[in-house]
Nanobody, 117 residues
Framework: QVQLVESGGGLVQPGGSLRLSCAAS????????MSWYRRSPGTERELVTK????????DYVDSLKGRFTISRDNGKNTVYLQMNSLEPEDTAVYYC??????????WGQGAQVTVSS
């Protein structure tokens, strides 16, 4: 079965940190570019950051630069999102995404992150 399973979400106070994990199975993880998206209530889904199969990183949200970092461990078939200095505006469902040219894209089920006092 081809799947991505996110974990590590939850409730955190402003200024706190969380690390999301996305465990891949059923496909050749090391050949896929991996991304994190997020969606807040009443908004469209937003691309946050991407890491290619060769390790090149692109960040897409200026307000997150220096706070959010994507990484991958091919030996564990896992991609991570380290989130620091969290703000209430970061509250969203965060989705893991896998892409390879010529293959169907894969989505995780989403992980809820709530930043609140």
């Amino acid at each position: 079965q081809v799947q991505l399973v996110e974990s590590g979400g939850g409730l955190v106070q402003p200024g706190g940190s969380l690390r999301l994990s996305c465990a891949a199975s059923g496909f050749t993880f090391s050949r896929y570019a991996m991304s994190w998206y997020r969606r807040s209530p009443g908004t469209e889904r937003e691309l946050v950051t991407k890491i290619t199969a060769t390790g090149a990183i692109t960040d897409y949200v200026d307000s997150l630069k220096g706070r959010f970092t994507i990484s991958r461990d091919n030996g564990k078939n896992t991609v991570y999102l380290q989130m620091n200095s969290l703000e209430p505006e970061d509250t969203a469902v965060y989705y893991c995404h896998a892409f390879r040219l010529g293959f169907e894209a894969i989505w995780g089920q989403g992980a809820q992150v709530t930043v609140s006092s």
